[in-house]
């Protein structure tokens, strides 16, 4: 949700580049989300993602089903993006499940993210092309050979930032190589 | 190595509690650190660490063993905190194991840690005895109770807060609860 304007404050242009979690956890040996294998661990984590939207007058609402299958949701962000709308309705995806804790894998919740980024819904066609689909395994791959293990991650050259907290520091390494 | 300057900058008072990371692992279902059970997250995190160190002008040394045996280091901790020194003391230890990269479970290492914190080698003899001994276990299973599943972590309330990257928002809740 602030990664546009933090970026544009430090003149950082940010490629959004959706992948599939999915995959990047099994390459770790993790069947689901890390949050449901270690209750501990996730219940910190539900508890820690509601005190900072709080923070951040971000509304939050834990979804009933978790993890979601977000293959149709992320075929539509690779489709949104020759729109330039990749960021637009990436977070309108983001908001309708952890803002209102629907389920991204129905079809109607995406239908009404592609209106809220203005996106025409003939989108969930072209979702459907071979080339869109193999878009996003190739990025799926990238992002394992990265070194990437969870979402968000964000990349600056080399570097390997992974979190919320630490946008600041991936867009601060992003200012010092532009330099 | 911040926690006491930003307390008191607050006004909040901090109380340390040791105990042993292995047992709260264990709890999870780890049999090491997850550091060594995921590859691609513990090369993550030591880079991590590393920025974090260079960026506060802190030594980092990546340690050949670990994770360590911290059970020594832990009673000592205790016992230095009937010396009034078990900040101090235990910030030797964290420096001497992930700033010089030495290993805690060696006996010269912990004397050093000792004479580092100005306390007397007697505290040796005092760490090994039964009282010391059975607090860190009531101490151990009492953070397991409070849902804590890694260090540092940091309580207020009944709040959890993880990491040094919560610090801040573990003090801040513990201003807003003391007014």
Request: charged letters at 20%.
């Amino acid at each position: 949700m602030r990664i546009g304007e933090l970026a544009a404050a430090r003149g950082i242009a940010v490629t959004w580049k959706p992948f599939l979690l999915g995959p990047v956890f099994a390459a770790q040996g993790w069947d689901t989300s890390p949050f449901n294998i270690y209750p501990a661990k996730g219940r910190y984590m539900w508890r820690d993602m509601e005190r900072i939207c709080a923070a951040r007058g971000l509304p939050f609402c834990r979804p009933a089903v978790f993890p979601q299958n977000g293959l149709m949701a992320a075929r539509l962000a690779l489709a949104a993006a020759e729109e330039n709308r990749l960021d637009t309705f990436t977070k309108a995806v983001f908001q309708a499940q952890f803002g209102a804790g629907e389920d991204i894998a129905d079809e109607s919740v995406l239908r009404d993210c592609l209106g809220m980024a203005g996106l025409d819904l003939g989108l969930m066609q072209r979702a459907q092309a071979p080339d869109i689909k193999s878009a996003l395994r190739a990025q799926t791959d990238e992002a394992i050979a990265a070194g990437i293990f969870g979402a968000p991650s964000f990349t600056s050259g080399t570097e390997l930032f992974w979190g919320d907290d630490r946008l600041e520091q991936a867009l601060d390494h992003a200012v010092a190589g532009a330099i």
